[in-house]
């Protein structure tokens, strides 16, 4: 016989969990690229992109694509990841989305040049993709 417990919903909702926790202080941290003045590029897919409507509150998902040429700083994955989660719960239409991860991408790690797509997943027979590009 076992002496766990199963939480209530209540105590359950009450704490933050570990991953709640790391989202929620999820922000862009960088570190020095090791190949300064070597022109490359970097291509990360984030595909559990998720946020909601700012119209009809439902849920939005997509495929985040960015790729990028680094100057001095590189994105950490990890802090990439939590960044992109951190958009769950937010009322963020398709486009502004996609333009603020470019800015807070641009701000972070200041690339020579950056692509973001946003590939949302066909809701109501649309299907939406946002493409955001800066370059020095």
């Known amino acids: 016989m076992s002496n766990f417990l199963p939480e209530t ?17 999820g922000q862009l941290i960088t570190f020095p690229n090791p190949r300064v003045g070597r022109r490359y ?7 559990e992109f998720t946020c909601k409507c700012p119209f009809s509150g ?14 001095e700083r590189v994105v950490e994955l990890k802090a990439l990841k939590l960044y992109i989660n951190s958009y769950r719960d937010r009322y963020i239409s ?5 333009n603020q991860i470019l800015d807070d991408f ?11 797509k946003a590939d949302f997943t066909p809701r109501g027979n649309v299907h939406t993709v946002v493409e955001v590009h800066h370059q020095k």
């Open 9 to 25: 919903a209540s105590e359950s909702s009450q704490e933050m969990k570990y991953g709640e926790r790391e989202i929620a202080s």
């Open 41 to 47: 590029n970097i291509n990360i897919s984030l595909p």
């Open 58 to 71: 439902y849920p939005d998902f997509a495929t985040i694509y960015i790729s990028y040429v680094p100057d």
């Open 94 to 98: 398709h486009e502004e989305s996609a």
């Open 106 to 116: 641009v701000a972070a790690c200041d690339p020579l040049e950056v692509n973001v």
